[in-house]
Nanobody, 124 residues
């Protein structure tokens, strides 16, 4: 069992930056691929970024490529999402997820564990 807790959300002006963190419980964090998703009001949850269990592979949605960076620190059981050049359309609840995969999962149902989410609001 893995429990995930996100932090770092908040209110930021357009063009600003935020760094989200997701800390996992348990001793097997390094064996999981990790991902970040978001859900805006009235929209389905969408994949943003993922990182393989080794950290050697990453994958990004086109909407955030070049602005967001995913990374992991296995010594801290934590995955990060650095978000730069934020736009009002980035406003959403952001979720991290963990999944057993050799690759970088993109689909929601390939992830086994989810955090409770953290709100990010970008003002114009």
């Amino acid at each position: 069992q893995v429990q995930l807790v996100e932090s770092g959300g908040g209110l930021v002006q357009a063009g600003g930056s935020l760094r989200l963190a997701c800390t996992a419980s348990g001793r097997t964090f390094s064996t999981y691929a990790m991902g970040w998703f978001r859900q805006a009001p009235g929209k389905e949850r969408a994949f943003l970024a993922g990182i393989s269990w080794s950290g050697g592979r990453t994958h990004y949605a086109d909407s955030v490529k070049g602005r967001f960076t995913i990374s992991r620190d296995d010594a801290k059981n934590t995955v990060y999402l650095q978000m730069n050049s934020l736009k009002p359309e980035d406003t959403a609840v952001y979720y991290c997820a963990a999944g057993k995969s050799l690759l970088v999962p993109v689909l929601e149902d390939t992830y086994d564990y989810w955090g409770q989410g953290t709100q990010v609001t970008v003002s114009s």
